[in-house]
């Protein structure tokens, strides 16, 4: 089956554009995740979905960042008025059950803000 | 608050010879600790567990919960083992976010 997919998997954007951030996870997966990955750093945690609610966005570094799964299963990320810093690479992770911590990692879209 | 500390950032070693690679954290309660690999142009994945008590690909990793570590081993590596790894924390019986150290650079030559 499937693996865990992002689109797109590279983007520029000019400082002060909107963005937005695919994931779609493993088909029948309950939980979803995004992580940030900055170079050179380990990734981490932005926000956290169990179907369609979102549990947990206290790793969101800003309003300006923003994340959906109406449906519970593809989730979008978002991130308006880009700023230099938020050039990562964004990462989604998608696990069978709330309680499972084995995690399945998305190959990440590279975000670069020029 | 939860952290975890890899305090290096490159190992390199010759095949064959022995690789540990070191993982410390601080979490109040009882948290799960993974190892997670990343390979040459791959998407991360899990390598081990804690809780699952496993050898992958001749890795093993002990919770040492007095020391609070949770460091990788191999007796002998190969060159297929070089990637970056990742230690990282989840709490348990929460919804299982996982914080992950900084990573470190494993090279193995030959």
């Known amino acids: 089956g499937a693996g865990v997919s992002q689109s797109p998997r590279y983007k520029v954007a000019k400082r002060g554009q909107d963005v937005a951030l695919r994931c779609d996870p493993i088909?029948?997966?309950?939980?979803l995740f995004w992580y940030q990955q900055a170079l050179g750093q380990g990734p981490e945690f932005l926000t956290y979905f169990q179907n369609e609610a979102q549990l947990d966005k206290s790793g969101l570094p800003s309003d300006r960042f923003f994340a959906e799964r109406p449906e519970g299963s593809v989730s979008t990320l978002k991130i308006q008025r880009t700023q230099q810093e938020d050039s990562a690479v964004y990462l989604c992770?998608?696990?069978?059950?709330?309680?499972?911590?084995?995690?399945?990692f998305g190959p990440g879209t590279r975000l670069t803000v020029t | 608050a939860q952290r975890v500390t890899q305090p290096e950032k490159l190992l390199s070693v010759f095949k064959g010879a022995p690789v540990e690679l070191k993982c410390n954290y601080s979490y109040s309660g009882s948290p799960e600790l993974f190892w997670y690999v990343q390979y040459s142009r791959q998407r991360l994945q899990l390598l081990l567990r804690h809780i699952s008590r496993e050898s992958i690909k001749g890795f093993t990793a002990d919770l040492n919960k007095g020391e609070t570590s949770f460091h990788l081993k191999k007796p002998f590596a190969q060159e297929e083992d070089s990637a970056m790894y990742y230690c990282a924390l989840s709490p348990t019986g929460a919804n299982s976010k996982l914080t992950f150290g900084k990573g470190i650079t494993l090279s193995v030559r030959p």
């Open positions: 088909s029948g997966h309950v939980s």
């Open positions: 992770a998608s696990s069978l059950r709330w309680t499972d911590a084995e995690q399945y």
